[in-house]
């Protein structure tokens, strides 16, 4: 072996190994663990995002992918994702996966003044996972009353653009070509919290759903208001 090419084979290894951390790893801050990483370090996932596309569909912010059991919620102060604490501990749901992607539909407000719990709408899309963070077109088609404990906390039923589900326009047209979906979410989001958390009230159509967006967008419209002010 020539003397050239020894030498370009040392300069490669030590480009190679200088490129590698063999130290101990570093605990991530706080700062850094935000789900979404945004080409926009300015973008308010609350504030900045439009809840309706002109073609009637919503922009859904999934906080939790489909199947998984972190438990991460939108900071509405920050407009981050972030993993959900308790008693200073992140939170994990103890049941199976969630049975669809999961998040909130940003310029929202249920007021507790109202019955609400003071955030956005929920929304679970049905469809295929997709990442934590991600702006899922979606198209809602009904809603699942629950309480929990006692406070309204409505769940919004949408099916994703991406998703063979995409042709279901209703709950009636999910029952007849997706037979036990409807008792699938129910007998989850019932039991997901453990006996007697959740209590299902039973189910609303598109229309009813749309009206509960409306008011929901409305809601949110006067509050930012009323704090502007």
Not at 51 to 63: R, W
Not at 95 to 120: F, H, V
Not at 139 to 160: F, H, N, P
Not at 188 to 195: A, C, D, E, I, V
Request: proline letters at 5%; a negative charge; aromatic letters at 6%.
């Amino acid at each position: 072996m020539s003397n050239r090419i020894l030498i370009l084979l040392c300069i490669s290894l030590s480009l190679f190994l200088g490129s590698c951390d063999f130290g101990p790893s570093v605990e991530k801050s706080d700062s850094s663990e935000n789900a979404l990483e945004k080409e926009d370090d300015t973008l308010h996932l609350l504030t900045d995002i439009n809840p309706l596309l002109d073609d009637g569909d919503i922009n859904a912010i999934i906080e939790i992918p489909a199947g998984t059991l972190d438990k991460w919620e939108l900071d509405k102060s920050t407009g981050e994702i972030r993993w959900a604490m308790i008693d200073e501990h992140p939170r994990v749901v103890h049941y199976i996966g969630y049975p669809g992607n999961y998040g909130m539909i940003p310029q929202t407000l249920l007021s507790k003044e109202k019955g609400g719990d003071g955030d956005p709408l929920d929304v679970l899309v049905l469809g295929p996972p997709v990442e934590r963070g991600q702006l899922l077109k979606s198209k809602i088609i009904g809603v699942l009353y629950l309480q929990d404990r006692g406070e309204q906390d409505d769940k919004l039923i949408a099916v994703s653009s991406d998703s063979p589900m995409y042709d279901v326009n209703n709950l009636d047209e999910l029952n007849a070509k997706y037979k036990g979906v409807i008792e699938i979410l129910q007998m989850w989001f019932t039991n997901y919290k453990g006996p007697g958390q959740m209590e299902f009230k039973g189910v609303g159509n598109k229309k009813v759903a749309m009206e509960i967006l409306a008011k929901a967008i409305k809601e949110y419209q006067l509050n930012n208001s009323k704090n502007n002010n």
